[in-house]
């Protein structure tokens, strides 16, 4: 791949809200500086995604110097949130099968959003990613984190690979419904110039100087039928991807990775493959992003 590049870069302040495109990131151990650093909770202290409340889509949150947001919703005006500061109140929450201790976030943004969302929701963050929450350790070592996202610091998918699934969406039943955009699967990164599915056997990559464990294929959900812009849902891509991409239970589009080395990552910058998976083995996980 000698001309492989990341071609953009997205992060995503608050889980399961609209993402930003960025020139550059920080790589940090549990993720892109700034991602998934905040989440909406239920009232039974929850996480909330997009697969419950398709609408979370709509929501813009654009992460502000000093760890705050500034949030919008349609119908809303834009308003900002203060990072939580030292004596802040905090909650145990729930993200899928982790409990882990979060700081409570304004209780009048919180009210905002559940007003917007039609249920009661709370805004918390998480101060300290590197001790709260460890990666799956069945594919990671101990002492790896992650923020609040599904599982793994980053997701990577190529535009390759989503050419190639539009190809087959437009062969398939509901092929008025593509061609899909890259931002129905929420990605980091995105990267152009390798041939389509290529990543499929990527163990090690190389972003300009920074490495990454390529940890597992990304099972996909119904999150990826929701339309980002207008929060209405299909049947595409699951369907199609259920047809050829199926890895045992899991519906695969993208692969997550776990940093090996702290930098910065560019648009723009080089590719690069430093080792891959033997042949056959195949990895899955799910995850809406």
Wanted: contains cysteine.
């Amino acid at each position: 791949m000698p001309n492989a590049e990341l071609t953009s870069i997205h992060v995503y302040p608050v889980k399961g809200a609209r993402g930003l495109a960025a020139a550059e990131a920080a790589v940090e151990p549990w993720g892109l500086a700034g991602d998934r650093r905040w989440m909406l909770v239920d009232a039974e202290d929850r996480c909330i995604t997009q697969r419950a409340f398709p609408s979370l889509a709509l929501v813009s949150a654009e992460a502000l110097p000093g760890g705050g947001l500034r949030l919008a919703a349609p119908g809303q005006e834009p308003w900002e949130v203060a990072e939580p500061g030292p004596g802040a109140p905090t909650a145990t929450v729930e993200i899928w099968k982790d409990k882990v201790r979060a700081v409570l976030g304004d209780a009048a943004a919180g009210a905002r959003l559940s007003s917007f969302l039609g249920a009661e929701v709370r805004l918390v963050h998480l101060a300290a990613p590197a001790r709260d929450r460890l990666v799956d350790q069945k594919f990671g070592a101990p002492g790896e984190t992650v923020s609040f996202a599904d599982g793994y610091p980053l997701l990577v998918t190529t535009t390759a690979s989503l050419a190639a699934l539009n190809a087959l969406i437009a062969e398939g039943d509901h092929a008025a419904e593509g061609p899909l955009p890259m931002e129905r699967f929420r990605p980091n990164i995105v990267v152009s110039g390798t041939a389509a599915w290529a990543e499929d056997t990527w163990a090690r990559v190389a972003v300009g100087e920074v490495t990454f464990k390529v940890s597992k294929m990304c099972g996909r959900c119904v999150v990826t039928t929701t339309d980002q812009r207008t929060a209405e849902r299909g049947k595409e891509p699951l369907r199609t991807l259920s047809r050829h991409r199926r890895f045992g239970s899991q519906l695969v589009f993208g692969q997550n990775l776990i940093p090996e080395s702290a930098g910065t990552v560019r648009a723009g910058d080089p590719f690069t493959v430093l080792a891959r998976r033997p042949a056959g083995e195949n990895t899955a996980s799910a995850g809406s992003r």
